[in-house]
């Protein structure tokens, strides 16, 4: 959507810009930045993310940071199921209530989860198939990476996040912001941009682009490594991603020499730097950390 385009709602159960600040009046709420909250008030906007995340009637979604629903509303227009994680108590308090009211013939394949997403090991109803989220900016990346490694039957992913971030997220090597976002997403998922969203589609509207991002389901690179193994070299290698592979994995090594010792057993050279790898070269450089090295 560009930004002279004015946001409509084609649905009256879907809710539009009035709706979403009447609802934040009565409830008192007022969107905070501590916890990332933009409100979509565009209803042709949260049908876009459903569609792009290929959302079908088979599907279980899970979704992290509700919100006010109007995402939520959107995707129990299409979904099977849905289970919203939410951390703020008063909006999980009243987002059952905005269900029951706009969608009542969909209330009963409605679930909400009162917490912190990064707390969250286990969901009711069905397995989740599809993560679908407007997630907050400020915690989006690990956010993103802890549903993937908790609920592995989440095959489709489609997130919302800040435009760098969403430009990080799905970069390849070589890429001047491929970093540790991108090699610990790719180790789940092929990673794609999927569209930029306007500003004036949020109330309050950000000071920063949003963009989407898909992910689709793959195996993880075939490696003896196990992921945290991987990704402790991936954190390593990026930590001081100016310097040569052979020098920022010192530490993890135990010292420069083993560190190319290590880079040699996996076929790369010491000169180059985490930019340029991709997760299965990550892994391969740790399946040769050398032995008696914690």
Same mark, same amino acid.
């Given at each position: 959507?560009?930004?002279?385009?004015?946001?409509?709602?084609?649905?009256?159960?879907?809710?539009?810009?009035?709706?979403?600040?009447?609802?934040?009046?009565?409830?008192?709420?007022?969107?905070?930045?501590?916890?990332?909250?933009?409100?979509?008030?565009?209803?042709?906007?949260?049908?876009? #993310?459903?569609?792009?995340?290929?959302?079908?009637?088979?599907?279980?979604?899970?979704?992290?940071? =509700?919100?006010?629903?109007?995402?939520?509303?959107?995707?129990?227009?299409?979904?099977?199921?849905?289970?919203?994680?939410?951390?703020?108590?008063?909006?999980?308090?009243?987002?059952?209530?905005? #269900?029951?009211?706009?969608?009542?013939?969909?209330?009963?394949?409605?679930?909400?989860?009162?917490?912190?997403?990064?707390?969250?090991?286990?969901?009711?109803?069905?397995?989740?198939?599809?993560?679908?989220?407007?997630?907050?900016?400020?915690?989006?990346?690990?956010?993103?990476?802890?549903?993937?490694?908790?609920?592995?039957?989440?095959?489709?992913?489609?997130?919302?996040?800040?435009?760098?971030?969403?430009?990080?997220?799905?970069?390849? =090597?070589?890429?001047?912001?491929?970093?540790?976002?991108?090699?610990?997403?790719?180790?789940?998922?092929?990673?794609?941009?999927?569209?930029?969203?306007?500003?004036?589609?949020?109330?309050?509207?950000?000071?920063?682009?949003?963009?989407?991002?898909?992910?689709?389901?793959?195996?993880?690179?075939?490696?003896?490594?196990?992921?945290?193994?991987?990704?402790?070299?991936?954190?390593?290698?990026?930590?001081?991603?100016?310097?040569?592979?052979?020098?920022?994995?010192?530490?993890?090594?135990?010292? =420069?020499?083993?560190?190319?010792?290590?880079?040699?057993?996996?076929? #790369?050279?010491?000169?180059?730097?985490?930019?340029?790898?991709?997760?299965?070269?990550?892994?391969?450089?740790?399946?040769?950390? =050398?032995?008696?090295?914690?």
């Amino acid at each position: 959507m560009s930004s002279t385009e004015e946001p409509t709602t084609p649905d009256s159960h879907l809710l539009g810009a009035s709706d979403i600040r009447e609802l934040a009046a009565t409830l008192g709420v007022k969107p905070t930045k501590q916890r990332g909250q933009n409100f979509v008030i565009d209803g042709n906007t949260v049908r876009r #993310i459903v569609r792009a995340g290929g959302v079908t009637a088979e599907d279980a979604v899970v979704e992290v940071g =509700p919100g006010l629903g109007s995402l939520t509303l959107a995707l129990l227009e299409v979904a099977e199921h849905v289970t919203a994680v939410e951390i703020d108590p008063l909006l999980a308090q009243h987002l059952p209530t905005t #269900i029951a009211a706009r969608m009542p013939e969909r209330a009963g394949r409605f679930d909400l989860v009162l917490s912190d997403a990064m707390e969250v090991t286990e969901l009711p109803g069905p397995p989740p198939t599809a993560l679908v989220a407007n997630l907050p900016y400020n915690v989006a990346v690990p956010v993103l990476l802890h549903m993937l490694a908790t609920f592995p039957s989440i095959e489709r992913t489609l997130v919302m996040v800040q435009s760098e971030v969403a430009d990080r997220l799905a970069a390849k =090597p070589g890429n001047k912001v491929y970093g540790v976002p991108s090699v610990k997403a790719n180790w789940y998922a092929d990673v794609k941009r999927a569209g930029a969203i306007g500003r004036n589609v949020f109330w309050p509207a950000p000071n920063v682009d949003s963009g989407l991002v898909s992910l689709i389901r793959r195996e993880p690179p075939k490696t003896t490594a196990t992921r945290q193994e991987v990704f402790a070299v991936v954190d390593a290698a990026f930590a001081q991603r100016r310097k040569t592979l052979r020098a920022a994995l010192a530490g993890w090594a135990g010292s =420069p020499a083993a560190a190319e010792e290590a880079l040699r057993g996996a076929g #790369i050279d010491h000169t180059l730097r985490g930019e340029m790898l991709t997760v299965e070269q990550f892994a391969a450089i740790a399946e040769h950390k =050398p032995k008696g090295d914690s």
